[in-house]
């Protein structure tokens, strides 16, 4: 994204949103349009942006200081303890790729003969159709409590509550019955 904030193009950040949701748009927005942000949006004065400017030309991460920006907007509307949880929480989802702590619950039936992990995974909604789902186990991009699922054909059974990854973002914690 280099096009302005906008409500219609999707890319808006609202300050009544929960404080993960303003860290994690900050983040998305392109290094660009980030000086854009500081200038317009920032507490800090024109000579520290200017310095953290020079500091990325000179070779510095542009995810350092953005992570500065998405920490000052939270805690202006949130508080320092919220931008903190934030920023952890966006390091474990986005770089270490741990399970975050708040995945949804959903329940599946899967009958007395137990159901294929694809159908599974479309019943859990973490995939549009089962086509997505084979396609992704394929591609080795599902993973069962952590650990890749390769086998297609697999059959998840009745009593069984299993933590499913689809991709590096879409999480369920599946109740299988």
Do not use: C
Not at 9 to 27: D, R, S, V, W
């Amino acid at each position: 994204g280099v096009n302005k904030m906008s409500k219609s193009l999707g890319n808006y950040i609202g300050i009544a949103e929960p404080a993960k949701e303003i860290f994690g748009k900050t983040m998305s927005v392109s290094d660009t349009l980030m000086w854009r942000y500081y200038d317009l949006l920032s507490f800090r004065s024109s000579a520290e942006i200017a310095q953290l400017r020079a500091d990325v030309d000179g070779g510095r991460n542009p995810r350092d200081v953005k992570v500065m920006l998405a920490m000052e907007f939270v805690a202006r509307f949130h508080g320092q303890r919220a931008a903190d949880e934030a920023l952890a929480d966006f390091e474990a989802r986005f770089q270490r790729n741990a399970i975050p702590d708040d995945i949804p619950q959903v329940n599946v039936s899967v009958g007395a003969d137990g159901m294929p992990l694809f159908q599974v995974l479309k019943q859990a909604g973490l995939t549009a159709t089962t086509s997505e789902a084979m396609r992704m186990i394929g591609q080795g991009g599902v993973r069962i409590n952590g650990e890749r699922a390769e086998d297609k054909a697999l059959v998840l059974r009745a009593g069984e509550t299993v933590v499913l990854q689809v991709g590096k973002r879409k999480f369920a914690s599946v109740v299988l019955s």
